[in-house]
């Protein structure tokens, strides 16, 4: 298969197909249906399972059933039907089952609006549901990037049983770009999964699904357990992308649709004279603390751009531990911080006014 | 020595926690002992509930998943359409099936989901300690309603097996007992139903079981027994409100 034009909700999907994933659950919401079409027309060609649930809530305990049952399930909605969900990635990620969520975040709070934003970032990276979790986070800025992340969120969550989110938003979503699907990396070593509810059969003992611990030295021990998990991966899944960071002066910091945006004022800026940089975390939890780390003793300032309030801005002062002023530029509801706006708030730190 | 009782393969060692005189005891007997005479114990999935049977999956001798509350039917269905060759139960109280997971229920059902629901109604929230169920009767006493339910204030008892047995998807539903000898021997067949119903791929069944709760009712366990045959069993009739299965010998 040479390139192909797609969607980048639809990419989403054959990706999940081309990693394996033959169960999917979802239900209707804007700006993520074309997941849930994509996915009723493609899994009867191979053998797959896709199913329309009741509500949110209701899909995600599907997937709890599904997934813990050994298969790899791929479940995707947008702000408010991830909030819907959050009951059940809790338990997702206290019973330590894999699965890969996808989130095409729209405008909030509430019902918002439908057009894109990154208004999800504290509820994706910091929790979510109840109890001490983490999920691992990891977010795409381009369609080929969603398509190359969602089979390393299969895997990811295969070996760390946990749930993995893929936070895009509804401007990814439905943008075309070009996709190959030929050179994603795949993992080649199969993870087994002799924990499963597959029925006892010919095994010799009963395997079970389960978040109760009424006991509290038992549930502790069971937190503790699952934090080795995290500190494995805040040591082995960070990841991020650095651009003209060695000799800037300011640097940009933005993921996913907004690092493009934010590209572009780098490359305007660079022309224009000003040395600006880019760091573009793409793993949001872990937060990938390397290219601050590199970069704050010789930076001037760090400008966050993202598409809400600025969720992100603690993540960046915490890497870069106040050692360097971190500025921020944004704009929520829906819309989209323009490079004419970025530049100003450049503009404004170079002239010193900020 | 002949044997003449064996305990059930279908239940582990583990003993019980329900209360003296409760009827859990007996439906999980009933089912382990089903799923051993239809040979299925080996590829049996169960999904236990939030409620008082949330230890179910120490009970039942087979591979088990423990649901959020209310959801045991959306986690079955994501079991069973992975496995749909294995048999896949879920057990549930009444404020975990007809109160917070209704949605879960009805839309199961609806869809024809080929799992076997067992259904325990004993009109009060036992775990919480006694609150009011969706199944409480008009005028019972219970935490939430202390000078008893009204239909004013709390609306009126919700019948799950006439509801679901509306739906073309539900393929076995009856509501049964246990209350004597007679009614549990009737309350196995039922149940035996049921799995067949889903062995033979016939769709959702359910098998609504009227239960003791003495604790949170507040009497004795041989009154409790008497409270479900006069208080429980006009409201809500015994028998078969729906059925699709082939005739087994």
Redesign the interface.
């Known amino acids: 298969m040479a390139k192909v034009l797609m969607k980048g909700n639809e990419a989403l999907a054959e990706a999940a197909i081309q990693a394996g994933c033959r169960?999917y659950?979802g239900y209707p919401i804007t700006p993520q249906n074309e997941v849930t079409a994509y996915m009723a027309k493609r899994m009867p060609e191979v053998g797959g399972?896709f199913?329309q649930?009741?509500?949110e809530?209701?899909?995600i305990?599907?997937?709890?059933?599904?997934?813990?049952?050994?298969?790899r399930?791929l479940i995707t909605s947008s702000s408010p039907g991830i909030s819907l969900m959050q009951?059940?990635i809790s338990?997702i990620a206290g019973?330590e089952i894999p699965c890969v969520i996808a989130n095409i975040m729209r405008g909030g709070p509430g019902l918002g609006d439908i057009q894109a934003a990154q208004s999800d970032y504290f509820q994706a990276t910091k929790g979510g549901g109840h109890g001490d979790y983490k999920l691992i986070v990891l977010a795409p800025s381009t369609i080929q990037e969603m398509a190359d992340l969602v089979q390393e969120a299969f895997d990811i969550a295969d070996e760390y049983r946990n749930p993995v989110m893929i936070l895009g938003d509804g401007m990814l979503g439905q943008m075309m770009e070009p996709v190959d699907f030929d050179n994603i990396k795949k993992n080649e070593s199969k993870i087994e999964k002799p924990w499963a509810?597959?029925?006892?059969?010919s095994r010799g003992h009963?395997?079970?699904?389960?978040?109760?611990y009424l006991d509290p030295p038992v549930l502790e021990q069971h937190n503790y357990k699952i934090f080795k998990k995290y500190e494995k991966a805040q040591s082995k899944e960070k990841r991020y992308e650095m651009i003209s960071c060695e000799d800037a002066d300011v640097i940009l910091v933005a993921y996913g649709t907004i690092a493009r945006v934010a590209k572009n004022v780098m490359e305007i800026a660079r022309r224009e004279g000003k040395k600006v940089g880019l760091i573009r975390p793409i793993s949001l939890w872990p937060f990938p603390e390397e290219p601050f780390e590199k970069t704050a003793d010789k930076v001037k300032a760090y400008l966050t751009v993202e598409m809400s309030m600025g969720q992100m801005v603690e993540d960046v002062e915490r890497a870069v531990k106040f050692k360097k002023p971190v500025h921020f530029y944004g704009r929520p509801g829906g819309m989209v911080p323009e490079p004419a706006a970025i530049l100003n708030e450049i503009e404004k730190i170079y002239g010193g006014v900020k | 020595m002949a044997v003449v009782f064996e305990k059930t393969k279908g239940l582990t060692d583990t003993p019980f926690h329900y209360c003296p005189g409760c009827t859990h005891g007996i439906i999980h007997r009933l089912v382990a002992e089903v799923m051993e005479e239809l040979n299925v114990l080996d590829k049996a999935i169960g999904v236990a509930p939030v409620g008082c049977a949330v230890f179910a999956y120490e009970y039942f001798n087979c591979d088990m998943q423990e649901a959020a509350h209310g959801r045991a039917p959306a986690v079955a269905t994501g079991i069973k359409r992975v496995h749909p060759d294995k048999v896949v139960f879920t057990y549930q109280g009444d404020g975990d099936l007809a109160a917070i997971g209704t949605a879960e229920t009805v839309h199961a059902a609806a869809r024809g989901e080929n799992i076997t629901v067992i259904f325990v109604n004993n009109a009060i929230y036992g775990m919480t300690g006694g609150q009011m169920a969706p199944t409480s009767l008009i005028g019972q006493q219970t935490l939430t309603t202390p000078y008893g339910r009204t239909p004013e204030n709390n609306g009126y008892p919700v019948k799950m097996s006439e509801m679901l047995s509306t739906l073309q998807g539900a393929a076995y539903i009856e509501r049964v007992s246990v209350y004597d000898v007679k009614h549990v021997r009737a309350a196995k067949k039922a149940i035996k139903n049921a799995f067949m119903a889903q062995i033979q791929k016939k769709g959702f069944s359910m098998i609504e079981v009227l239960s003791s709760c003495p604790t949170n009712w507040g009497v004795s366990p041989n009154e409790a027994l008497q409270w479900i045959k006069t208080n429980m069993e006009p409201y809500y009739p015994l028998g078969v409100y729906k059925n699709t299965l082939e005739e087994v010998k």
């Not at chain 1, 305990?61 to 298969?71: E, H, K, T």
């Not at chain 1, 509810?197 to 059969?201: I, K």
């Not at chain 1, 009963?206 to 109760?212: A, E, G, P, V």
């Open positions: 169960h659950f399972v199913l649930a009741e509500s809530v209701s899909a305990n599907m997937v709890y059933g599904a997934a813990g049952a050994g298969a399930v009951e059940g338990y019973a509810t597959t029925g006892v059969g009963r395997n079970i699904i389960n978040s109760l």
